[in-house]
């Protein structure tokens, strides 16, 4: 599983013109799947991405996490994520989840996330051609992968 989560003072998603999800500050998270994950790396990242530190304090260090600062998250579901150039010109996403193993793990993502009770979760369309509108507080980006399973 892998996303890419961006501090925002502002993120929306749109479906053919129509807003489907919109948060003020808070984080916007990309995520893609492989055929491999499962709920497991779900629950992993949900609790990753509500205490990663990325917002800042009085001081103005990163200290505070996205429920301490009062903000939501926005997930996107995005399979381009592990998509590789390293041969030619087209990329391949052969590393993605197929759209009947990857929605179901979105879904249970959602559900992780918005279960704990902690912010606001909107959300995109899966599988939908989607225009992503953002601010980027900082910026602040980061790229995240769940653990590889050992065995």
Not at 3 to 8: C, E, G, K, S
Not at 92 to 118: G, W
Request: a neutral charge; charged letters at 20%.
């Amino acid at each position: 599983m892998r996303t890419v989560i961006q501090r925002v003072s502002q993120a929306s998603v749109s479906v053919q013109g129509r807003c489907v999800g919109r948060i003020a500050h808070g984080l916007l998270v990309l995520v893609a799947f492989t055929a491999e994950d499962t709920e497991r790396e779900c629950q992993w990242m949900a609790e990753k991405i509500l205490k990663l530190r990325l917002f800042d304090d009085s001081e103005g260090r990163m200290n505070r996490d996205v429920v301490e600062a009062g903000g939501s998250i926005l997930v996107v579901s995005q399979f381009t994520l592990y998509g590789d150039a390293h041969k030619g010109s087209r990329p391949s996403y052969i590393r993605s989840a197929p759209a009947a193993v990857a929605e179901p793990l979105y879904q249970r993502f959602l559900e992780i996330l918005t279960a704990s009770h902690l912010c606001p979760v909107e959300q995109g369309q899966f599988g939908a051609m989607m225009s992503v509108e953002l601010t980027n507080s900082g910026p602040v980006t980061l790229l995240v992968d769940s653990p590889q399973p050992k065995g």
